[in-house]
């Protein structure tokens, strides 16, 4: 919707450090598909070449945004800036989203070294916004490193973070049931780093326990398993250590794969997008002609999908 | 409502300024606001003007709505809004509620804060009013090029 110039002053304008320039981008990632293409262009980003992407993960109430802050002041005393992508989820009604993840990073206020962004899921799946990936791509240009994204508070089997990530911490608490669910959930897969806040709850030991028996009945490696008091700051170091390591020079490679992985889905996913959206436009019609063809028992919807793969949709 | 689907979700940051510890009001309005389809940033007790702008500017949301009971409103509405000047930021609608009497309303009004809400206002009217707003100002500024 922008016009060419406008978003050339807005991508220098954010690569020189402007806060307010950076906070237009972010709008424009998220609401303008074809201005976030020519943006990010301009903006002159690889598609995450640069900062280290973490992703924060977890059920609701585990404590994941005070942990977030935390390690921001952490990484705040190694002279780092960070960018902060905070996703809640939109209601599939409304429309509306409360987005309340800054309760929890007040401490953070005040510092230019920190940008914090709440993102609304908008129907996204997975615990993520369809513009996190851009999102952190501009503040990865505004010279932010690391980029965090705290996701949705996540269920079983949650693995868009995996993918959107270089690495992905999975946070969890003793109790709410998170025992159980642990043991069988697809959730535990995502995890690089695997945090256990709220670990000065009487039942801490024996879920860190239960956690170390789960990976061992896995193949492969089993990730750090950490304890963290965030509201306190315990332990936030070692997670923030853990995180930085993944950068080192004889642990990159898992980085990498996972950067190529995220560049390979991020391709077709805009491929996808824009063939579907010049693939459907005029097939409206022929659209709702096939839709009543199924509901009146005509045709099954894989019969009407082959016809429209094969070009051969017609009107009913 | 259906003529507003396809435009960008207004956005706006609620918070609760001043020392007082209560954020009932301030809570339900966020809910009511999310439940009108607005994008609600929630900020949380006992914001300082200073993280409030902060905090709107970083989100560019279209609209500031304070919630006050402190009695704090004569210091804290005009130093938001000359701190959103100072960051050519007035495009952001500043509005809110909480006991505020009539004479001190006025005055806010006329310092160019927009319409404040006592207690027992229907949500709907804040909804409203914020939806107008919010559209009259994003058509002057796209009007103009910005």
Known sequence: ?316 | MNDVSSERPIRVLVAKAGLDGHDRGAKVVAAGLRDAGFEVIYTGLRQTPEMIVEAALQEDVDCIGLSIHSGAHMTIFPRVHELLAAHAAEGILLTGGGIIPAADVRALEDLGVGRLFGPGTPLAEVSDYIREEVRARRGASSGTGS
């Open chain 1, 1 to 316: 919707m922008l016009e060419a110039g406008t978003l050339k002053a807005l991508a220098e304008a954010v690569r020189r450090g402007d806060a307010r320039a950076l906070a237009r981008a972010l709008t424009v990632v998220e609401n303008d598909p074809a201005g976030a293409a020519d943006l990010l262009r301009a903006l002159g980003t690889a598609g995450g070449a640069r900062a280290h992407r973490v992703g924060v993960t977890g059920p609701p109430g585990v404590g994941k945004s005070t942990l977030v802050a935390a390690l921001a002041a952490a990484w705040r005393l190694l002279g780092k800036r960070i960018g902060i992508l905070a996703v809640d989820p939109t209601s599939p009604f409304s429309g509306g989203a409360l987005l309340g993840d800054r309760i929890r990073m007040g401490a953070l206020a005040g510092d230019a070294n920190v940008f914090i962004r709440s993102l609304a899921s908008r129907g996204a799946y997975g615990g993520l916004s369809a513009a996190a990936d851009d999102a952190a791509d501009v503040l990865d240009a505004a010279g932010f490193d690391p980029v965090v994204t705290e996701t949705v508070g996540v269920g079983q089997a949650e693995i868009e973070i995996a993918r959107a990530a270089d690495t992905t911490v999975l946070v969890l608490a003793p109790g709410q049931g998170d025992e159980i669910q642990a043991m069988k959930a697809g959730l535990l897969e995502v995890a690089d780093i695997l945090v256990v806040n709220q670990a000065d709850r009487r039942d801490a030991d024996r879920f860190v326990h239960a956690l170390e028996a789960a990976f061992d009945l896995r193949a492969g490696p089993r990730p750090p398993i950490l304890e963290t008091i965030a509201s306190k700051g315990e332990g936030v170091g070692e997670v923030r250590e853990a995180i930085d390591a993944r950068l080192r020079p004889d642990a990159q490679e898992a980085v990498g794969t996972r950067r190529l992985e995220r560049a390979r889905r991020r391709i077709r996913a805009e491929v996808d997008r824009r063939r579907a959206e010049t693939w459907w436009a005029g097939r409206g019609d022929v659209l709702d002609a096939a839709a009543l063809g199924v509901t009146a028992g005509e045709l099954t919807v894989a019969d009407a999908a082959a016809e429209f793969a094969e070009g051969k949709e017609r009107d009913r």
